[in-house]
């Protein structure tokens, strides 16, 4: 395998930045629970009260903070992809 071969696979990095999601991946924890994550970092969740959608930011449930609540899934979703 050549130099060029290893950077075009991405498993030779010469000093570039590692690409971060543009957009976050969804996946179901539990019951009305979902998990926000950026690449393999857990951003947080979003978990479903009712008709409400409540915005929890961090890396895992039980110490996550809430940064908004909301009707729609879609903002909620933001609110955590966003939060710092």
Do not use: C, H
């Amino acid at each position: 395998m050549t130099i060029s071969d290893l950077l075009d696979t991405g498993q030779l990095n010469l000093g570039k930045r590692p690409r971060r999601s543009t957009e976050p991946s969804i996946a179901l924890l539990g019951d009305d629970i979902y998990v926000v994550l950026a690449d393999s970092d857990t951003k947080g969740f979003v978990e479903q009260v009712g008709p409400v959608y409540v915005a929890l930011s961090g890396p895992d449930l039980a110490r996550a903070v809430e940064v908004g609540q909301s009707l729609s899934w879609d903002t909620a979703v933001q609110m955590v992809w966003t939060a710092k």
